[in-house]
């Protein structure tokens, strides 16, 4: 079982910054193989994904967010983090972290609890 845990949300003003963090609480070992990724959801709204990192370090991300958002792994630290720069009122939402990886035909999909991300003067 993987359990995943969020931190670094918060109130910040418009054209500010945070950055998130997600703790795995994996092996290290195990951690390497996961592809992880970023979703928010906005009240009323459906779920997105925001940006995605692989086990390799390849990166995607949503086209509201390139340019502003950069996604990274540390995998000594089981950790993956979203440093959000330029922050706009859109960008509020709650914000989880994803970690998914397949071993044959088994998808193993976790989710964190997620954390609160709000853009307002």
């Known amino acids: 079982q993987v359990q995943l845990v969020e931190s670094g949300g918060g109130l910040v003003q418009p054209g500010g910054s945070l950055r998130l963090s997600c703790a795995a609480s994996?092996?290290?070992?195990?951690?390497?193989?996961?592809?992880m990724a970023w979703y928010r959801q906005a009240p009323g709204k459906q779920r997105e994904l925001v940006a995605s990192?692989?086990?390799?370090?390849?990166?995607n991300y949503a086209d509201s967010v390139k340019g502003r958002c950069t996604i990274s792994r540390d995998n000594a630290k089981n950790t993956v983090y979203l440093q959000m720069n330029s922050l706009k009122p859109e960008d509020t939402a709650v914000y989880y972290c994803?970690?998914?990886?397949?071993?044959?035909?088994?998808?193993?999909?976790?989710w964190g609890q997620g954390t609160q991300v709000t853009v307002s003067s």
């Open positions: 994803n970690a998914v990886r397949m071993q044959l035909t088994t998808r193993y999909n976790y």
């Open positions: 994996i092996s290290i070992f195990i951690f390497n193989v996961y592809d």
């Open positions: 990192i692989t086990s390799a370090g390849s990166t």
